[in-house]
């Protein structure tokens, strides 16, 4: 698998990745032409790439610690990891708000959240337009800063490499930290 990296990964995903047990297992969620699992995969992790059509990875060199799941996350049907767990989860440029409590239990303790997509503003500029599709202002930090610690967050406009408004985040599940106690 080496030297085939379909585009190159998002500086947010390059920048946290080594926050994840080493050679510990990741999901790619609605992983696309697999650019973050190959680079993960790059890194010793065992990945696991879901999207609802595998192909272009698929045809790709393969990794000896890939598992490949193609399944339509939002039709309905049953989550395709159900009882599994992740030390790492990286999701990138896409939005399906009732997998929110779903990702969150597939995040081992001490599991690494990684996720950076589209924001409200974005329409704008480029697709996607639907707010269906859009993060709200603070949304993504608010869902998770209920569960995990988060480590960064940004949001806003960025121009590299075209105008586009996101939210990024990492953060840890950390539960034995739990909520500080009140003086």
């Given at each position: 698998?080496?030297?085939?990296?379909?585009?190159?990964?998002?500086?947010?995903?390059?920048?946290?990745?080594?926050?994840?047990?080493?050679?510990?297992?990741?999901?790619?969620?609605?992983?696309?032409?697999?650019?973050?699992?190959?680079?993960?995969?790059?890194?010793?992790?065992?990945?696991?790439?879901?999207?609802?059509?595998?192909?272009?990875?698929?045809?790709?060199?393969?990794?000896?610690?890939?598992?490949?799941?193609?399944?339509?996350?939002?039709?309905g049907r049953?989550?395709?990891?159900?009882?599994?767990?992740?030390?790492?989860?990286?999701?990138t440029n896409?939005?399906?708000?009732?997998?929110?409590?779903?990702?969150?239990?597939?995040?081992?303790?001490?599991g690494v959240?990684?996720?950076?997509?589209?924001?409200?503003?974005?329409?704008?500029?480029?697709?996607?337009?639907?707010?269906?599709?859009?993060?709200?202002?603070?949304?993504?930090?608010?869902?998770?800063?209920?569960?995990?610690?988060?480590?960064?967050?940004?949001?806003?406009?960025?121009?590299?490499?075209?105008?586009?408004?996101?939210?990024?985040?990492?953060?840890?599940?950390?539960?034995?930290?739990?909520?500080?106690?009140?003086?």
């Amino acid at each position: 698998m080496k030297n085939h990296l379909p585009d190159k990964p998002l500086k947010w995903v390059t920048r946290f990745a080594p926050l994840i047990s080493s050679g510990g297992t990741v999901l790619d969620l609605a992983c696309g032409n697999g650019r973050h699992t190959f680079f993960l995969a790059e890194l010793d992790f065992s990945m696991t790439a879901v999207d609802r059509n595998t192909t272009a990875i698929s045809k790709a060199e393969q990794a000896d610690r890939l598992e490949l799941i193609e399944a339509d996350l939002e039709d309905g049907r049953p989550w395709p990891l159900a009882g599994r767990q992740f030390d790492g989860i990286v999701v990138t440029n896409y939005l399906h708000r009732p997998l929110f409590p779903t990702i969150l239990a597939s995040l081992r303790e001490d599991g690494v959240l990684i996720y950076e997509t589209f924001s409200l503003g974005n329409e704008e500029f480029s697709r996607p337009s639907n707010p269906d599709f859009l993060l709200k202002p603070g949304e993504l930090l608010k869902v998770c800063s209920e569960h995990l610690r988060i480590v960064a967050y940004e949001e806003g406009l960025e121009n590299d490499p075209a105008p586009a408004v996101k939210q990024r985040l990492c953060a840890v599940n950390r539960p034995h930290f739990g909520k500080p106690a009140l003086i």
